[in-house]
């Protein structure tokens, strides 16, 4: 049961293990693109080539025959990772080893939906993988596995969710394997990292330039950093944390560094709507004027 492309290794692995897979689930296809054409998951698209039953219902909570359809496969397990739909009570009950997680963190930190997001938005040094036995409550179950690796001081969220996703699918197998005993997670630490949203990647330059760093790493490619610039949104899609003073927003130099509550944030790719991304300093040159704009 996955949906993005951070569940595609660990279905193949499963695969690859001998493990019989009597069925995939996945979010439905949905309008993509500037078609607005149905597209499906990265998980629906392995599992076709695969030759697996596919299933996509849009909810499952309160949609009875669903429960039964699930319980009808007899499953010795449920494999989930980043499906989407919350599963109910009679859905997690029914393999005869419950539903098994795989969460892209080190539980209880960052419980939630975005947890690699979370790690890098936080400056954590390392994150990892979790495999728990789910139950009602949000990521709250035991665990089987638990797996660390460092974050990288210039890391991006695509390059932590492909090392982790690599090793979720190596965890999985190795757990199917041997069938550890969960144990319950520790009550202190407790975090979240909710939902993000495309507001959420708004820069404001009255914050450090550190974490302004930290954010549009930890937010490439969803939901994206931006700001303000001229009356225009300008999209940030590399940046890093330099030296400089002044009042938060003003443009400092020709490297396009902008002054922070601390520091100064050198914007190294931009994008204006419609047009190709370019280096930072070339976008400057190509605008006159640009040392009385204020970003914000």
Sequence with gaps: MGSPAFAVPAL??????????????????????????LTRCAVHEAAVAMG????????????????????GLKLD????????LILPVPMLAAPRLGCINIHASLLPRWRGAAPIHAAIL?????????IMRMEEGLDTGPMFLRRAVPIGARATTPEVHDVLAAMGAAMIVEVLAHLPAPVPQPEAGVTYA?????????LDFARDAASLDRQVRAF????????????DALKVLGAEAVPGAGVPGNILNGFFDVACGEG????LRVQRAGRPAVAGDAFLRGV????NIVLG
């Design 12 to 37: 193949r692995a499963l695969a690859a293990a001998g493990h019989e897979i009597a069925a995939v689930y996945a979010q439905p296809p949905r309008p993509a693109h500037r078609g607005q054409a």
């Design 52 to 71: 697996l039953d596919v299933r996509t219902p849009a909810r499952v909570k309160r949609d009875f025959s669903e429960h039964a359809a699930f319980a």
């Design 77 to 84: 397990a449920a494999v989930v990772a980043a499906y989407g």
């Design 122 to 130: 936080a400056g954590d040094a390392e994150t990892g993988i979790t």
């Design 194 to 202: 909710a939902k993000l949203l495309r507001a959420d990647g708004r």
């Design 220 to 231: 490439t490619p969803w939901p994206g950093t931006f700001t303000n610039f001229a009356g």
């Design 264 to 267: 100064a944030l050198r914007l």
């Design 288 to 291: 006159p004027g640009w040392p």
